[in-house]
């Protein structure tokens, strides 16, 4: 059979498609923003269908009706990674979350976490009867593989991306077709401290370094202040829209890269349109799942590469809480550690946590004596390498724990230096001396 012909024998509406649902399932949503939420708002449309249904899923950018109140014992969300959107539902017991490395999520749905049906997102098929998961490839490409059920939202306004993101339409049992625009982040507002956050990353990349960062105001900064460098690359989980403008400014090249020189390497992306329209069909953006661009061990063929990255708190020993404040979970151990650990496996490799010295407003110091009561270590002392904050660089790989906390003394804001150092001289048992 042809696949046009299976295309359209296969494609049906929502309401047809969700009701092969079953009570009980496990469904694994897209992820970021190739959630497919028309899909996901009809389910929860029709909660009286289901019971007992887990979505599991990480980052969610839609209106997560099946975590609000009223949807008990219908649905209960399992979170990979505790998205804004539905941190208030796992913290008042509607949801639950799993703790893991990114890079070990898509082997997780063929081991640990069995996947029922998968809701995924994708472009219209092409000449040749492929599908592209567009802007999000992740753990999505091994749901999808993994499911017994495949549902997917086919979106003409998802951009087709090549690498490994293509599916032929015979590995998708249903088609739903909705056009919806993809949705889009607003800039990060950078101020004063950012841009210094920013100009201090900077300082450690140097000419040809391969890079990894996230979203938000600090990469942005990092990038802001790229501009003078040559021959950049990008290995990344994921990457916005000011990769985009340094491509078009000529400073990411891609070509001094060891592996996969020439391509950007990501497996998700989130941004603007203008992103959005970057990616399409742009045969230099190579998509992989997460179990490709977050191994370590493939992270580290990339020789010098410069991970970037962000934490809540730090401790005078070089422990790091990227995830939760206390006991409550607002985030996820994500790929922060898959490339921590990729990078220090590199030749030349360097990795950073970067962020501002303080939070509140300036009420409360994210460098520490202790982490909070209860809170996630998400990046152990002794993986740790570069603290940035608006103050400076700690230097933390190799140094004794006296050595560390002098280092990070010096970077921390000035307000809470004196609370440091007394907490300093009480454990070590000597003066402090800068």
């Known amino acids: 059979m042809d696949w046009e012909t299976l295309y359209k024998q296969r494609t049906t509406s929502a309401e047809e498609a969700l009701k092969h649902i079953s009570n009980g399932s496990r469904v694994v949503s897209g992820h970021a923003a190739g959630e497919p939420s028309y899909l996901l708002t009809v389910m929860s449309e029709h909660k009286e269908w289901y019971q007992d249904v887990e979505i599991c899923h990480m980052v969610s ?212 349109k203008r992103l959005y329209d970057f990616v399409d069909h742009n045969e230099s953006v190579a998509m992989y799942p997460a179990d490709f661009t977050n191994d370590p061990v493939v992270i580290a063929k990339n020789d010098h590469i410069v991970c970037i990255n962000s934490s809540v708190q730090i401790n005078l020993m070089g422990q790091a809480c990227s995830e939760s404040i206390g006991l409550k979970q607002i985030s996820g151990t994500g790929g922060q550690v898959d490339f921590i650990r990729g990078a220090s496996m590199a030749k030349n490799g360097i990795a950073i946590l970067a962020m501002p010295s303080t939070a509140a407003k300036g009420k409360i110091s994210k460098i520490v004596p202790l982490l909070d009561e209860g809170a996630a270590v998400t990046t152990s002392r002794n993986d740790i390498d570069y603290v940035v904050t608006e103050y400076g660089i700690a230097h933390l790989k190799g140094k004794t724990l006296r050595d560390r906390a002098k280092a990070l003394i010096k970077i921390a804001h000035p307000d809470f230096r004196a609370d440091l150092i007394q907490t300093f001289e009480e454990r070590f048992h000597c003066p402090y001396e800068a």
Do not use: W
Not at 92 to 106: H, K, L, N, Q, W
């Open 61 to 272: 950018l839609g209106k997560n009706e099946y975590c609000q109140k009223g949807m008990e014992g219908h649905f209960r969300h399992n979170a990979l990674f505790v998205g804004a959107n539905t941190k208030q539902a796992v913290s008042e017991g509607r949801g639950d979350y799993t703790p893991c490395f990114f890079y070990e999520v898509p082997r997780l749905f063929e081991t640990e976490i069995p996947v029922d049906v998968a809701l995924i997102m994708v472009t219209p098929p092409d000449q040749h009867g492929k599908v592209s998961l567009g802007v999000s490839v992740d753990y999505t490409r091994a749901a999808a593989k993994n499911a017994k059920i495949v549902i997917a939202q086919v979106n003409d306004q998802m951009p087709y991306t090549y690498g490994d993101s293509q599916m032929d339409v015979s590995e998708i049992d249903y088609f739903v077709e909705h056009s919806a625009p993809l949705p889009e982040l607003k800039p990060a507002v950078l101020g004063d401290v950012e841009k210094a956050i920013g100009a201090n990353c900077a300082s450690l990349i140097h000419d040809g370094d391969t890079l990894q960062l996230g979203i938000g105001a600090i990469p942005d900064a990092v990038l802001l202040s790229l501009k003078g460098k040559k021959d950049l690359g990008i290995h990344s989980e994921m990457f916005s829209d000011g990769v985009v403008e340094l491509v078009e400014a000529g400073v990411i090249t891609n070509k001094k890269k060891e592996l996969l020189p020439g391509k950007m390497v990501a497996n998700f992306l989130m941004g603007s």
